[in-house]
């Protein structure tokens, strides 16, 4: 993942937005509907051009809908691939009794992460690390919550089918996976950009080769 990648991908959304929305989940295999999400353009800060998605949370009613999505239970391990504020694992510990772990690149989210496990009383059961997601170990995940950019879905697609096993469960909110044709599509219902929808797939026991190679990413409007 080069700097210029990244910093292209959020001048893009940026325009996008400044061009007044246009949708970004779309992608060659069904017409989407969402509504983009993407920060307003106070909240694009100088940090965010190093990161593959600027940080735009989700509002808690979309995490709970994510969560009971993937049906996560006390025996899940969920990963938050780009956390922010840590707000999916706590949830997923707090509300749902799993194992949450969030990785952020951001160290001022992951401190704020941790700060408020502490005050949610999951300290214990959720942990924030400062990484790159393209850099982090899933084999122990049983779950993967993402709310990034389609093409970062797209590139991050191996790598969950590589490392997560058979069974183990993707919801996204917002934005697909090219070609992987989610099991599940979900209305969400109102979040802060409008409507939002939540993706489910399952790890499935052979992964088809054409989900390994990432080229589709080009077909990603
Ligand atoms: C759209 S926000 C989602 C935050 C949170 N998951 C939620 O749904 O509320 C995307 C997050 O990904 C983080 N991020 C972007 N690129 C990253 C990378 N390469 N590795 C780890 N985190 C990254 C950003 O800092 C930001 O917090």
Redesign the pocket.
């Known amino acids: 993942?080069t700097l210029s990648f990244?910093n292209s991908l959020v001048t893009i959304g940026a325009l996008l937005l400044l061009l007044g929305g246009l949708p970004l989940g779309a992608t060659a295999q069904e017409p989407d509907t969402t509504v983009q999400?993407v920060p307003p353009p106070e909240n694009v800060t100088s940090e965010?051009e190093d990161?593959?998605?600027?940080?735009?949370?989700?509002v808690k009613s979309v995490?709970r809908q994510m969560l009971e999505t993937a049906n996560v239970t006390e025996n899940d391990v969920v990963y938050?691939?780009?956390?922010?504020?840590g707000?999916?694992p706590i949830m997923a510990a707090k509300e749902f009794g799993a194992r949450g772990v969030?990785?952020?690149?951001?160290s001022a989210?992951v401190a704020k992460a941790r700060q408020k496990a502490k005050e949610a009383g999951v300290a214990d059961m959720v942990e924030f690390r400062q990484?790159?997601?393209?850099d982090v170990d899933l084999h122990d995940a049983t779950v993967v919550?993402?709310?990034?950019w389609p093409e970062?879905n797209v590139k991050l697609r191996p790598k969950l089918l590589e490392d997560l096993d058979p069974g183990d469960r993707i919801v996204s909110?917002d934005f697909r996976m090219g070609e992987w044709k989610p099991e599940r599509r979900v209305d969400a219902g109102k979040g802060n950009t409008g409507r939002e929808t939540v993706y489910l797939w399952t790890v499935p026991e052979t992964v088809p080769e054409r989900l390994m190679d990432t080229t589709d990413v080009s077909t990603i409007k």
């Not at 990161?51 to 989700?58: G, I, L, S």
């Not at 969030?102 to 951001?106: L, T």
């Not at 990484?131 to 393209?134: A, E, G, R």
Request: charged share 25%; glycine share 8%; net charge negative.
């Open positions: 993942m990244r999400a965010d990161k593959d998605a600027p940080y735009v949370p989700t995490v938050d691939l780009g956390s922010g504020d707000r999916i969030g990785i952020e690149i951001d989210l990484q790159d997601f393209f919550t993402l709310y990034l970062i909110h």
